[in-house]
């Protein structure tokens, strides 16, 4: 764990990006965003259960890891739904549940990753042949 209070820097990190970058809708708005998937759905660190960091005003937030407790500093999906370009890198087969459930729509899920909805960018998927193995390819 760090030494400094995570709450305090996730609002200086904040404050950081809105020097930084341009807005749109009042929040930032990054080029591209490249995001990682867990095999539990979650991207950004935000895990199952924090589907709120999606309707967050803030630009950071906390987030907790649900096994290790570890804290993290997210973007909130606010933000990065704000971003012009999304692009998702995953691999392993470990993922492919996952990856299927969220990009053929197949049922209704708790997996943050299936949040990533650009308001005015673009969203691609690049994956291994192991994570996309299960789609459905008609």
Not at 111 to 135: F, H, Q, T
Request: net charge neutral.
């Amino acid at each position: 764990m760090g030494e400094k209070d995570l709450f305090e820097e996730a609002s200086r990190y904040s404050n950081e990006i809105v020097d930084y970058t341009r807005k749109m809708r009042g929040y930032p708005v990054f080029d591209i965003i490249i995001l990682g998937l867990g095999d539990d759905g979650h991207t950004a660190s935000i895990f199952p259960g924090n589907n709120a960091f999606f309707k967050s005003e803030k630009i950071c937030e906390v987030a907790v890891h649900p096994k290790s407790f570890q804290k993290r500093i997210t973007l909130t999906g606010t933000v990065i739904n704000n971003a012009e370009n999304i692009v998702f890198l995953v691999t392993g087969a470990n993922k492919a549940e996952v990856v299927s459930s969220i990009i053929n729509k197949t049922s209704v899920t708790d997996y943050p990753a299936a949040w990533i909805k650009p308001e005015n960018g673009m969203l691609k998927w690049y994956l291994d042949n192991s994570a996309a193995k299960l789609i459905d390819k008609t």
